[in-house]
């Protein structure tokens, strides 16, 4: 079983920075592609960033393009969100999510419990 614990949440300024941290254990994970998603109250859950399991390709919401970068460290079994220019519309529970992609294997899905990122105005 696949199991993943999100860190580096917290209550920051307008304009600070945070690092989020997703620890992944249980599998092979070179094999899974990485991603974050967000969820305020009263909203859904929205996607905010990947990175590929392969070619370490990068993908991100429009609202967070050039102040968010992901990452990956594959021998800490670790994936990274780095936000920097933090606005009160990134407070939300951020979570990160796991997808297996090797090929032959079921493409399962796993997610964190999630980690509170508050931004104050």
């Known amino acids: 079983q696949v199991h993943l614990v999100e860190s580096g949440g917290g209550l920051v300024q307008a304009g600070d920075s945070l690092r989020l941290s997703c620890a992944v254990s249980?599998?092979?994970?070179?094999?899974?592609?990485l991603a974050w998603f967000r969820q305020a109250p009263g909203k859904e859950r929205d996607f905010v960033a990947a990175?590929?399991?392969?070619?370490?390709?990068?993908y991100y919401a429009n609202s967070v393009k050039g102040r968010f970068t992901i990452s990956r460290d594959n021998a800490k079994n670790t994936g990274n969100l780095q936000m920097n220019s933090l606005i009160s519309e990134d407070t939300a529970l951020y979570y990160c999510?796991?997808?297996?992609?090797?090929?032959?294997?079921?493409?399962?899905?796993?997610w964190g419990q999630g980690t509170q990122v508050t931004v104050s105005s």
């Open positions: 990175i590929d399991w392969s070619t370490d390709r990068t």
């Open positions: 249980g599998g092979t994970f070179r094999n899974y592609a």
């Open positions: 999510n796991a997808r297996r992609m090797a090929p032959g294997v079921p493409r399962l899905s796993y």
